[in-house]
């Protein structure tokens, strides 16, 4: 059956132990995981699908032999796909007792095999989480701030809300910024929420970035396009240039020990996000390790230069992302 997402509250209602979320809105499906794991508190256990896959034996034993004395149980499946549909259509053909099982996904065609499943089949559910527009963002801005009892004006709530780009986990950083500052700070004007909010700039220097790494060129020109950077901006943008730029050249160590692309990136640490995989695969399919240390070799010598000569910064930077490595 099909669950909308603004029809949450009908989970608290239902018997059903099998749940498929998905979408591109990793907060508002966090948002609502919390309160399902709150029931559950301590027996929750996740896994990734790879996981599962690997050892499906294992898993359905664990899921099948469940003890007598042994608590509820909440199982959280990441990144799951039409690759698990078996085992999971397995599952739910036997009877299992005290176990909710929950599929977090991507985006999903209409065709996938197991949204389709979830859709159609009674004993299960699925919830289509699509991306927050401004109004819904907004709404949540205003509830947190009068909850917090925050004086901010419209307008710069209005600001925030913008620079989230449609994500309430975005936005939810910000906002908890904010409140933190409201202890010290009875009126919060925009100057505040500048220092305190780099998230858009950030935003658009990391996916300018990922994109290079990626040799994405259409997506680079779109972002340049569409982003104003000042002469002070290219220094964060080169530094961020190249953390990416050394984390896949770990990530491409890794691959040399371990073949299995997937594997490396959801054991690396820090944990990389999965809307970043699929993009990450591209860049360690793209480069060799000796091409990525020597473009670290040549991000670094143009960050010394302009430091040098800040009247290049701009030029200097726009010509080295437009240099597209091929």
């Not at 948002?31 to 029931?39: A, T, Y």
Request: glycine share 2%; hydrophobic share 40%; net charge positive.
């Amino acid at each position: 059956m099909i669950l909308k997402s603004y029809e949450i509250e009908k989970i608290k209602n239902n018997n059903h132990k099998f749940y498929l979320l998905y979408g591109e809105n990793e907060g508002f499906k966090e948002e609502v995981i919390s309160k399902i794991k709150f029931k559950y508190l301590d027996n929750v256990f996740f896994y990734e699908e790879s996981e599962i896959i690997k050892e499906k034996n294992k898993f359905l034993e664990e899921i099948l032999n469940t003890s007598l004395f042994e608590n509820k149980k909440l199982i959280i499946i990441s990144r799951s796909t039409d690759k698990i549909f078996n085992i999971i259509e397995e599952i739910t053909k036997k009877e299992i007792k005290d176990i909710i099982i929950i599929l977090k996904s991507g985006k999903l065609e209409k065709k996938s095999k197991i949204r389709i499943f979830f859709e159609k089949n009674a004993n299960t559910v699925c919830i289509p989480f699509y991306e927050d527009n401004a109004q819904t963002l907004g709404l949540i801005a205003k509830n947190f701030i009068k909850e917090k009892n925050i004086n901010l004006s419209q307008q710069n709530i209005n600001f925030i809300v913008d620079k989230a780009r449609g994500d309430r986990l975005n936005l939810k950083n910000e906002l908890e910024k904010i409140e933190l500052l409201s202890i010290t700070k009875k009126r919060i004007d925009i100057e505040h929420i500048l220092k305190l909010s780099n998230l858009a700039e950030n935003y658009s220097f990391s996916e300018l970035a990922d994109n290079y790494l990626s040799k994405n060129k259409k997506k680079i020109i779109k972002i340049l396009n569409e982003n104003n950077f000042s002469h002070e901006d290219c220094i964060l943008v080169l530094r961020i240039f190249l953390l990416k730029i050394k984390r896949l050249i770990n990530l491409k160590n890794y691959n040399k020990i371990n073949k299995n692309i997937d594997e490396v990136i959801t054991q690396y640490k820090p944990p990389i996000f999965w809307k970043d995989k699929e993009i990450i695969k591209q860049q360690i399919k793209h480069w060799t390790t000796l091409q990525a240390k020597n473009l670290l070799i040549e991000v670094n010598n143009i960050e010394l230069l302009i430091k040098k000569e800040p009247q290049l910064a701009l030029i200097t930077t726009t010509n080295f992302i437009l240099d597209f490595k091929n």
